[in-house]
């Protein structure tokens, strides 16, 4: 496992910095590059794992960073709606093999549904927010 951990791109903290949204004893919340929609996040474990094997503590801090989460989202997109999803598995679309869990606001009112965007061009096509544009959302989401 220490070997997969040397190539994980989750677990290079140094990669993802400027991404952080904020972490807990157990979790980073990142905004990720990828444009799915607004109010879009992925929460990990510091822990290298890549199923959802997390101890109970572990569950505890996810829980905690979903109440976070959830303010950011009704704070900054006027949203109390949400998708939680996590893929296990190659063939369930898992292609980091760190667990995380993507998280995405969604209102009535959205222009279009992120799902589908992520189904239909998967995320290698989407748009990528560029390093200053992460800077700035993530600095308006710490300064919450």
Known sequence: MEQNK????????DDFLHQIVFETPSFYVI???????????????????????????????????????????????????YNL????????GQHIEHL????????ENEEYNPLNKLNKEGLSRSGQLS???IITLVGKYKNS
Do not use: Q, W
């Not at 040397?6 to 903290?13: A, E, G, N």
């Not at 995380?100 to 209102?107: A, G, L, T």
């Open 85 to 92: 999803f996590c893929n296990i598995g190659y063939s369930a």
């Open 31 to 81: 905004l990720p590059r990828k444009k799915i929609g607004n109010g879009y996040f992925l929460v990990f474990p510091k822990r290298h794992i890549n199923d959802f094997n997390l101890s109970s503590d572990e569950f505890k801090d996810f829980s905690l960073c979903m109440e976070k989460i959830k303010k950011l989202f009704t704070d900054y997109h006027k949203s109390v709606d």
């Open 131 to 133: 390093e200053e544009e």
């Open 100 to 107: 995380h869990f993507h998280v995405f606001s969604r209102s």
């Open 6 to 13: 040397v190539l994980c791109l989750l677990c290079s903290k």
